[in-house]
Nanobody, 124 residues
Framework: QVQLVESGGGLVQAGGSLRLSCAASGRTFSSYAMGWFRQAPGKEREFVAAIRWSDGSTYYADSVKGRFTISRDNAENTVYLQMNKLKPEDTAVYYC?????????????????WGQGTQVTVSS
């Protein structure tokens, strides 16, 4: 079993920054991948970013490339999402997730465990 606890969400003005954290426990992550998804009210949950735990390879949605950075802290078993130049359209609940196999990290169907989500609200 994998438990994921997210933190760092909040209210920020457009152009500002937030750093989300996701602390994982219950499993080692050598063969895992972790990702961030987001879901706005009335919309589908969409891919944001992912990282392979073993080699640190990263993947980003086109909408966040150049603004968001996903990273990991092996010692703390934690994944981060640094969000810069935030826009109102970034407003959503952000979810951390773990994929055990991760053949395609862009799709939520390949993720097995999910955090509770943390709200990010970007005001204009």
């Amino acid at each position: 079993q994998v438990q994921l606890v997210e933190s760092g969400g909040g209210l920020v003005q457009a152009g500002g920054s937030l750093r989300l954290s996701c602390a994982a426990s219950g499993r080692t992550f050598s063969s895992y991948a972790m990702g961030w998804f987001r879901q706005a009210p009335g919309k589908e949950r969409e891919f944001v970013a992912a990282i392979r735990w073993s080699d640190g390879s990263t993947y980003y949605a086109d909408s966040v490339k150049g603004r968001f950075t996903i990273s990991r802290d092996n010692a703390e078993n934690t994944v981060y999402l640094q969000m810069n130049k935030l826009k109102p359209e970034d407003t959503a609940v952000y979810y951390c997730a773990v994929s055990r196999t991760g053949p395609n990290l862009y799709y939520r169907w390949y993720y097995d465990y999910w955090g509770q989500g943390t709200q990010v609200t970007v005001s204009s």
